[in-house]
């Protein structure tokens, strides 16, 4: 099956710092999504993402699907980005996702 | 529309018990996804269905799990005879389509002892 890493797998940032978190995979992928899962548990939508650019206030996304990467920016990061962020891509004709391993953020005041 | 719900929102049981995880998609989203997280790693697929077709069981951990989408809304997963190895987060999601953005619920932690 298709494999996704994400790195780094941790980071530690001060508040207003910029950050890159990346996510490769290793084949053609037809859906890709970044989440944000919160210190209960709940992945929050970030990017519906297969191939371009998107962005959302502070965040951005871009996937160059045929170089098989997507990096997600954070800009000017604030403690509530504190949490694991995961990718997820899925291919072939049945869609199903596969999530990489996360990227845990710790966001200091 | 109030997003995907999950109930219970906690479950703790011991070993030998049955437990039944329900999931309400949003409205209308043809796809529903059941997943398993344990701590440190991301979801790991298990099954899912398009409307009430159940379309992939293989990933289903072992023959003590089972789902069903009886009419194609809401679904529900059941652990047979649990395991302390059982013990993670469920996660249900839906989306409108195939290969269609997914939306998460809240999720079922589940204990066992």
């Known amino acids: 099956g298709i494999q996704v890493e994400q790195s780094p797998p941790d980071l530690i940032l001060q508040e207003g710092a910029n950050s890159t978190l990346r996510c490769n995979f290793s084949d053609s992928v037809n859906n890709l999504q970044w989440f944000h899962q919160n210190p209960w548990g709940q992945l929050i939508n970030l990017f519906y993402?297969?191939?371009g650019t998107k962005q959302n206030g502070r965040l951005s996304a871009t996937t160059v699907a045929t170089e098989r990467y997507s990096l997600l920016y954070i800009s000017s990061s604030q403690t509530t980005d504190s949490g694991v962020y995961f990718c997820a891509v899925g291919s072939g004709g049945s869609y199903i996702p596969t999530f990489g391993r996360g990227t845990s953020l710790i966001v200091h005041p | 529309d109030t997003g995907v719900s999950q109930d219970p929102r906690h479950k703790i049981t011991k070993r030998g018990q049955n437990v039944t995880f329900r999931c309400d998609p949003i409205s209308e989203h043809n796809r529903l996804y059941w997943y398993r997280q344990t701590l440190g790693q991301g979801p790991e697929f298990l099954t899912y269905f398009q409307n009430e077709a159940q379309l992939e069981k293989s990933r289903l951990l072992s023959d003590r799990f089972s789902a069903e989408r009886p009419k194609g809304s809401f679904s529900t997963l059941e652990i047979q005879r649990t395991e302390q190895g059982d013990s993670a987060m469920y996660l249900c999601?839906?989306?409108?389509?195939?290969?269609?953005?997914?939306?998460f619920g809240p999720g079922t932690r589940l204990t066992v002892t």
């Open positions: 999601a839906s989306s409108p389509n195939p290969g269609g953005e997914q939306y």
């Open positions: 993402i297969p191939s």
